[in-house]
């Protein structure tokens, strides 16, 4: 593909990004892949390209952009190598008009960059929101291996590596032993705050694809029982085999129907030492690796993951033991996910007290531990810890 070539595949690509974000379609990711998936003329580094100019035009533009072609315009004027693209060509965009209207230059939605203001971020910690994330894995104990590939030692003293951006994780003899996972040094961090011994009975209520499971597995020395549910059948099948290969033996998977967890863990009632609710969010804390999702929320949908917050966040405390911990994490910056559910939390449920746990890395924030990209160099996170009464 010429460079003329790449940008206007970009601009495409973002057309269909601005559609998806604004109806509920597929991810950018996943519109980046389609795309290709149609185009076998283009080689691996045409694809880097493409997918770096859509990722850039993405982060330059707070609002949704008109167009992609507008999104792209913004974009050249920071890159003369873009604007140089715009040339006419047979298979590039045309030449950019006299006056021609660039997007909006920003960081997020105004609404949002007001939410996240009064939630306490500083201004100087937005742009960092949207920053390309940097690529983690975590080191797995179970599976030592002699070939662990080259990369700066994870900060905040975690087991792991960061690899250079790009690296084909999925190809590397290391993870395909199981001896690295990826996982940002934010999610490994805040995984801890969960305190867990050989033996323990453990709950992880949202468990996803297992990223924090296969953590808690590990620090458990596989010994003890890993109760790991969730409500979507597509993310929790990807946990057997990720866990075979990781040598996690102890996970026990529950498929959960919405509106019926309750009664789907009746066995579970009361008994673990300690429930890990990783909860459903707006993901204002992963826009470095998401930068689109800015442009999907609004009031109503930031209402609804409240809700449902609210909701994953009572039926963990009733898996609690008397004594036990129950863990509530988001990867968002909104206090309305964070430090304002859990002091919903705690004036609905006499007895139990926060108790901040002690991490490598975040600062205090209400009754819980915030993490920020900018002062911690990882993705955002709030996390708290609730212990039960006796
Ligand atoms: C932040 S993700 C979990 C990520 C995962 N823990 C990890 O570390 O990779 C939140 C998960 O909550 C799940 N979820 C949504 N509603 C739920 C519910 N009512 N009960 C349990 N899980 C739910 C979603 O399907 C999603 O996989």
């Known amino acids: 593909?010429?460079?003329?070539?790449?940008?206007?595949?970009a601009i495409e690509i973002v057309d269909q990004v601005i559609d998806a974000a604004t109806t509920g379609g597929a991810a950018a990711d996943t519109l980046v892949q389609r795309y290709f998936a149609t185009r076998r003329y283009a080689g691996s580094k045409d694809r880097r390209a493409v997918r770096d100019h859509v990722y850039a035009a993405i982060r330059l533009c707070g609002e949704v952009p008109p167009s992609g072609r507008a999104a792209m315009l913004l974009l050249a004027d920071r890159d003369v190598a873009v604007a140089a693209a715009f040339d006419g060509s047979t298979h590039g965009p045309a030449p950019i008009g006299a006056d021609e209207p660039?997007?909006?230059?920003?960081?997020?939605?105004?609404?949002?960059?007001?939410?996240?203001?009064e939630s306490g971020l500083p201004r100087e910690a937005l742009p960092p929101?949207?920053?390309?994330?940097?690529?983690?894995?975590?080191?797995?104990?179970?599976?030592?291996?002699?070939?662990?590939?080259?990369?700066?030692?994870?900060?905040?003293?975690?087991?792991g590596l960061r690899l250079a951006s790009g690296t084909r994780v999925?190809?590397?003899?290391?993870?395909?032993?199981?001896?690295?996972?990826?996982?940002?040094?934010?999610?490994?961090?805040?995984?801890?705050?969960?305190?867990?011994?050989?033996g323990d009975r453990i709950v992880d209520l949202c468990a996803?694809?297992?990223?924090?499971?296969l953590a808690l597995g590990a620090r458990m020395a596989n010994k003890g029982l890993l109760l790991a549910c969730d409500t979507d059948r597509a993310r929790l099948q990807q946990l057997p085999p990720r866990a075979e290969r990781a040598g996690v033996t102890i996970v026990e998977t529950r498929l959960l129907n919405p509106g019926h967890e309750r009664a789907?863990?009746?066995?579970?009632?009361?008994?673990?030492?300690?429930?890990?609710?990783?909860?459903?969010?707006?993901?204002?804390?992963?826009?470095?690796?998401?930068p689109e999702a800015r442009w999907r929320l609004d009031a109503a949908r930031l209402a609804r993951f409240v809700a449902t917050q609210r909701q994953v966040l009572a039926t963990g405390a009733a898996l609690v033991r008397p004594g036990g911990s129950l863990v509530y994490i988001v990867c968002s910056l909104l206090d309305a996910e964070g430090a304002g559910q859990v002091a919903?939390?705690?004036?609905?449920?006499?007895?139990?007290?926060?108790?901040?746990?002690?991490?490598p890395a975040g600062r205090p924030h209400g009754q819980g531990v915030r993490l920020d990209p900018a002062r911690d160099g990882t993705d955002g996170f709030f996390v708290a810890r609730l212990l039960a009464p006796c």
């Open 344 to 359: 919903s939390f705690l004036s609905d449920h006499p007895g139990w007290r926060a108790e901040p746990p002690d991490l």
């Open 170 to 198: 999925e190809t590397l003899d290391a993870y395909r032993d199981g001896a690295i996972e990826v996982q940002d040094a934010g999610s490994q961090i805040v995984g801890l705050a969960l305190p867990v011994s050989p």
């Open 129 to 159: 929101l949207v920053e390309r994330a940097p690529l983690d894995v975590r080191i797995n104990p179970l599976r030592p291996t002699a070939t662990l590939p080259e990369g700066e030692p994870l900060p905040h003293g975690l087991q």
């Open 264 to 290: 789907m863990l009746a066995d579970a009632v009361g008994v673990a030492d300690g429930v890990l609710v990783d909860a459903p969010c707006s993901g204002t804390g992963t826009w470095r690796r998401n």
């Open 208 to 213: 996803g694809a297992g990223g924090k499971t």
């Open 102 to 117: 660039r997007a909006a230059p920003g960081l997020a939605p105004a609404w949002l960059e007001a939410a996240l203001i």
């Open 1 to 9: 593909m010429t460079p003329a070539a790449r940008v206007q595949a």
